[in-house]
């Protein structure tokens, strides 16, 4: 099959997935010797605008994982904005060392009501963006590794097939229930409301509001958060002074959790 274009499209607050999905986008671009776009939806605007692809397309999508499925406010973006029309796509879905759960699973599903077929996908563990410490270093050369078996076997199927090489299976289940976070006593803890806050160190530079994905950070006041926060830690990882942090205790309970219960290495999975 001929692949004319190559896309990167992702929602990534933090940054791992966008580097993930970049990479590989770049290399699929090389290996068929196409243009690579990127579409990065990471900011409200960027999710308004509806895009149509076309047979000769191959879009790598990816997503973090939310609660163990993907971000449940992006959800109508992979649901509503995209016409795949008979593109491929490789579906990338990133988590923080606990588990990607069902989000692998969520996106295949949309890709594939959207009208995209599915030709590879992966999970990669990658830094927890709550934590200093859970997979600090990831993607690492191994989890780079395997991206790049994944692109390799990707475009050896589709050079080899006439039609749309069957899509793979993938783990999970596309309607699970989200992930219910638990603190260190493993009980159930909701931090659903929890917003960032903002100390003395804040010199009001806007970087902050500028990054966050739900527009939720009042511009001209950092320490105003007047929107809904989907706890992404965009503002707290690339705030220029550190003056970005949360102090909720069910949120920090669960932090703990994570640190104590899912500090083993957890293993990037790739299907094609
Ligand atoms: C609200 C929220 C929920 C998360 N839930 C999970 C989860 O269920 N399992 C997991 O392993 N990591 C989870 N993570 C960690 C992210 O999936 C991980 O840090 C991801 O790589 C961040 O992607 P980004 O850097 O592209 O923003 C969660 C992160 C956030 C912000």
Not at 48 to 70: H, I, M, N, Q, W
Not at 240 to 249: E, V
């Amino acid at each position: 099959m001929n692949v004319n274009r190559v896309y990167a499209l992702y929602f990534s607050p933090a940054g791992s997935t966008r580097r993930l999905v970049a990479t590989l986008a770049n290399a699929l671009a090389q290996s068929f010797e196409a243009p690579l776009e990127t579409l990065d939806i990471t900011l409200p605007a960027a999710r308004e605008e509806t895009r149509a692809f076309a047979a000769g397309d191959l879009v790598v999508c990816g997503s973090p994982t939310y609660a163990g499925k993907l971000p449940n406010k992006i959800l109508p973006y992979w649901k509503e904005k995209l016409t795949g029309g008979g593109a491929l796509a490789v579906a990338l879905v990133t988590f923080g060392n606990r588990a990607f759960d069902n989000s692998l699973a969520e996106l295949c599903a949309c890709l594939a009501a959207d009208g995209f077929h599915t030709v590879g996908a992966g999970a990669f563990a990658c830094r927890h963006v709550f934590s200093d410490t859970l997979a600090a270093e990831r993607p690492d050369k191994d989890d780079y590794g395997e991206l790049a078996k994944l692109g390799a076997s990707v475009a050896t199927r589709v050079a080899k097939a006439n039609e749309p090489p069957a899509p793979p299976a993938v783990p999970g289940d596309a309607d699970a229930p989200y992930y219910v976070p638990r603190g260190l006593d493993g009980e159930p803890v909701n931090f659903l409301k929890a917003k960032p806050k903002t100390s003395g160190a804040c010199v009001n530079c806007g970087v902050c509001a500028a990054l966050c994905p739900m527009g939720a950070i009042d511009p001209r006041d950092a320490a105003s958060v007047p929107g809904l926060c989907v706890k992404c830690h965009a503002c707290v990882r690339e705030c220029p002074m550190g003056a970005k942090y949360f102090d909720d205790p069910a949120f920090l309970s669960h932090k703990a959790m994570l640190e104590r219960e899912f500090g083993r290495r957890a293993r990037s999975e790739t299907f094609s």
